[in-house]
């Protein structure tokens, strides 16, 4: 899969040398749309303007509060985290898989690994947000599930039906209000709920 060169890419990094290592680099592959943010006061804010494509973050050494906010940072606007590092124990490189950083690169970057990088960053980060959304999904699924087999055992409770005939009733009054079978069946335990 191809990255577009014209992506937005915010990299977060306070020292100014470092920044011209970095953004050499990003254009030297390609990489034409960068901004800097200078500033870690605000950061929230002014990565939640400008909507980058992928964020980079360039230090030393990162600490806790840098972590706190790439984890903010990956809720509010989640896009994918590349951080670039010089050294790090496991711990660190744990807290910052957890707080949604996509790639962590210890030993700073290289310009001629750039490209490759940021490809493997934003194909994870598409990849795990279509894993959150599946996961999502069937907790739905599951939720919807157990909300109809309680609304079925009102039902039966109520009218002394079977399954199969509790459910056909759930059925056909969806089809009748045009409304998920879930939908009724949260009716029905709503109302079973208020009645008790």
């Given at each position: 899969?191809?990255?577009?060169?014209?992506?937005?890419?915010?990299?977060?990094?306070?020292?100014?040398?470092?920044?011209?290592?970095?953004?050499?680099?990003?254009?030297?592959?390609?990489?034409?749309?960068?901004?800097?943010?200078?500033?870690?006061?605000?950061?929230?804010?002014?990565?939640?303007?400008?909507?980058?494509?992928?964020?980079?973050?360039?230090?030393?050494?990162?600490?806790?509060?840098?972590?706190?906010?790439?984890?903010?940072?990956?809720?509010?606007?989640?896009?994918?985290?590349?951080?670039?590092?010089?050294?790090?124990?496991?711990?660190?490189?744990?807290?910052?898989?957890?707080?949604?950083?996509?790639?962590?690169?210890?030993?700073?970057?290289?310009?001629?690994?750039?490209?490759?990088?940021?490809?493997?960053?934003?194909?994870?980060?598409?990849?795990?947000?279509?894993?959150?959304?599946?996961?999502?999904?069937?907790?739905?699924?599951?939720?919807?599930?157990?909300t109809i087999e309680r609304a079925k055992g009102i039902l039966m409770e109520a009218k002394g039906l079977t399954e199969d005939e509790a459910y056909q009733?759930?059925?056909?009054?969806?089809?009748a209000m045009n409304k998920k079978i879930s939908e009724i069946a949260a009716a029905i335990v709503m109302t079973s709920d208020m009645l008790k």
């Amino acid at each position: 899969m191809v990255i577009e060169a014209n992506m937005k890419i915010a990299v977060i990094d306070d020292d100014p040398t470092r920044f011209i290592v970095v953004e050499n680099g990003l254009r030297e592959a390609g990489y034409t749309n960068v901004i800097h943010i200078k500033e870690r006061v605000g950061l929230l804010q002014a990565v939640n303007a400008l909507m980058p494509d992928v964020i980079i973050i360039d230090l030393g050494n990162p600490n806790r509060d840098v972590l706190e906010q790439a984890f903010h940072m990956s809720r509010i606007v989640p896009r994918p985290v590349v951080m670039f590092v010089d050294d790090a124990d496991m711990e660190t490189i744990s807290t910052a898989v957890d707080a949604g950083v996509s790639a962590y690169i210890v030993d700073g970057l290289k310009k001629e690994r750039v490209k490759g990088i940021l490809q493997e960053a934003v194909l994870r980060f598409r990849a795990f947000a279509a894993m959150k959304g599946e996961i999502a999904s069937l907790r739905t699924q599951l939720e919807e599930r157990k909300t109809i087999e309680r609304a079925k055992g009102i039902l039966m409770e109520a009218k002394g039906l079977t399954e199969d005939e509790a459910y056909q009733v759930l059925k056909k009054q969806s089809m009748a209000m045009n409304k998920k079978i879930s939908e009724i069946a949260a009716a029905i335990v709503m109302t079973s709920d208020m009645l008790k």
